[in-house]
């Protein structure tokens, strides 16, 4: 079993920026982001192949997020500027076991960080 532990999480002004970190227990493959609003499902933000040569990003955070990893460390990370106030949420790390194409999909992951808080105030 593979624990995922974020950090990171903050109160943040728009316009500014974050960088959420997720350290796994041991190794995964395809991992993502995922956030969930007050009131609002669960949505994908972004996921990265195991080698880092793949990433997909939802079209809400596209050219303003980053997601990158390094295995050596066993850590993802996610770099988010230009933070609106609707990028308001709990923020969740995701790990699969096994490599997969179906990136948005929540259960393609098997494992998940307890959340982190990001809040960005207008």
């Known amino acids: 079993q593979v624990q995922l532990v974020e950090s990171g999480g903050g109160l943040v002004q728009a316009g500014g920026s974050l960088r959420l970190s997720c350290a796994a227990s041991?190794?995964?493959?395809?991992m993502g982001w995922f956030r969930q609003a007050p009131g609002k499902e669960r949505e994908f933000i972004t996921a990265?192949?195991?080698?880092?040569?793949?990433?997909w990003y939802a079209d809400s955070v596209k050219g303003r997020f980053t997601i990158s990893r390094d295995n050596a460390k066993n850590t993802m990370y996610l770099q988010m500027s230009s933070l609106k106030p609707e990028d308001t949420a709990v923020y969740y790390c995701?790990?699969?076991?096994?490599?997969?194409?179906?990136?948005?999909?929540?259960?393609?992951?098997?494992?998940w960080g307890q959340g982190t808080q990001v809040t960005v105030s207008s």
């Open positions: 990265i192949s195991w080698s880092g040569g793949s990433s």
């Open positions: 995701a790990a699969s076991k096994i490599a997969t194409l179906s990136v948005t999909s929540a259960g393609e992951y098997h494992y």
């Open positions: 041991g190794r995964t493959f395809t």
